[in-house]
């Protein structure tokens, strides 16, 4: 029998009802791998004994010959933004610190309920704000990658997803979820060599979620193949009536029409994409990219997204102002830490619990979130930047009209060493200059490892959709996963 | 446009985070750097867009007035950092 920890979700699921391995024996091989990965960082809490849990359920039912579950037999990970009832949920913040959820989140739900087992919560940017999981109030998440050539630095695994792409990555976990407001789910893939989804805004239940900006966040999945995507998130979707902005759709059968032909699929390239300077091997990947779409027999058409180089600046004005909003509610007297100095009354609670509680980067982005929305600068700064946005997204509508899908890189570059960014929060917001525009705009989009740099670091590419259109976007994500047939994994040194 | 020291201990205060002095001061020109670089979005010619307000359409749904939820008075309660008498606990808020 091979490794258990080196299957896939599909092939665990289908191992588990064929009768290859049992549950248990599946969530004990997992449990091993999580529990010897220490140097990694990728789980803030670990729950060894719900994954058995829900193992050992899933060995009865099927012992006692009772119909299974869409996930019966599959552990994942799952990251600490989703609120787990009894278990501690922090987004990584001190402030959360301790705070153990009396409820469950409806996609967490959703995926106890459709079988799966939590092998526990992992790590993310605090607060879901960062590019590298450099700012997690539980320390740094290590990527299980390490540059050729004896270079032992320790890498970005990615962020905020950061714990969710390293954990799986380094086969701790077969899948995991993320969630993705401005490239949260698709960058850390791309660092670590994964692939994940950020559906359309609306097909998730944000409810439980702790909440950065609202109008940006969706859950997904993250795992090693599109199949394992399509397979997380037909669980993951479905209309919440406890979240005003959920979409009352049936969830499409992804799984289940799954193809890598792409006859008649026009694929668009923005060629705003390619700015001057673009990291070359990232720019030779899009080229075999564009190869590969073409093989499956897709036809290439150029695009322009004109207002593509204000997306980033349009997203660091909405993304603070919605923070600022959401984070007004750690106040030190529902839930969360409280700092209470010596004879201070209510407003110096407040802002000495807010101090404490928070991190720099949160800080900075709440203060720019509340600079923005202040009197006399609404409108200079928050209306211009959703006029862009309807902008951005008209950029989008009418590229669409020429194409089906667009295809373009994840990040502009392969993970950094930690630390090498920190120092100028505008570098790291340069991250995702490729996967913002699609969050402005709401629309699906994925990333899928293409291949190795010169370091032996993944590259991803980045297919994003028409609004809905998910299955497009698998389908070519499966037509790039098979022709660039990455099988390359980081070599175990923790 | 740029911000002062002034200006970043007005906007902690409004945001309800303590700063030292020290603090603020580093933050000048960190959010300086940062509202510097979104200004450029001044430049786009938005005649005719109407704000954003909804990626996807939505219609924003109505509930039936029915009572759905209550009476879980401790399990709000449960991460309270100080609950009273079945109450959230606050310092003095009047003089």
Redesign the interface.
Known sequence: MSNLTDLTVAEIRDGFRSGDFSAREVAEAFNANVAAAKALNAFIVETPEKALEAADAADKAKAAGEALKPLSGVPIGMKDLFCTEGVQTTAASHMLEG?????ESTVSKKLWDAGAGMLGKLNLDQFAMGSSNETSYFGNVISPWRRSGGDNAALAPGGSSGGSSSAVAARLCPAATGTDTGGSIRQPAAFTGISGIKP???RCSRWGIVAFAS?LDQAGPMARTVRDNAILLETMAGFD?KD??S??LAVPQWEANLSSDLKGKKVGIPKEYRPDGLNEEIAALWDRGIEWLKDAGAEIVEVSLP?SK?AL??Y??IAPAEA?SNL?RY????????D?PDG?????????T??AG?GPEV??R???G???L?AGFYD??Y?????????I??DFEQAFEKCDLLLTPTAPSASFALGEKQAD??AMYLNDVFTVPAS???LPAMAVPGGLDAQGLPLGLQIIGK??DEQTVLNAGLAIEERAGFTARPEKWW | MSIDLQTVKKIASLSRISVTDAEAEAMVPELNNILGWVEQLGEVDVAGAEPMTAVIPNKLRLRDDAVTDGDVRDRVLANAPQAEHGFFAVPKVIE
């Open positions: 705070f153990k959820p009396t409820y359309t805004y609306g109008s009536p005003s902005t979409l009352d207002h204000y600046p349009t660091y004005i600022s007004a106040d030190g007297v529902r839930y969360g830490q409280r209470l201070a009354g209510l407003q110096d609670m407040y802002a000495a807010r101090a928070f800080k900075r709440i203060m720019i509340t600079y923005v202040s200079a700064y209306t211009q930047a959703q006029k862009v946005r309807a902008l997204a008209r929060p505008l402005l705009a709401g609004a809905l």
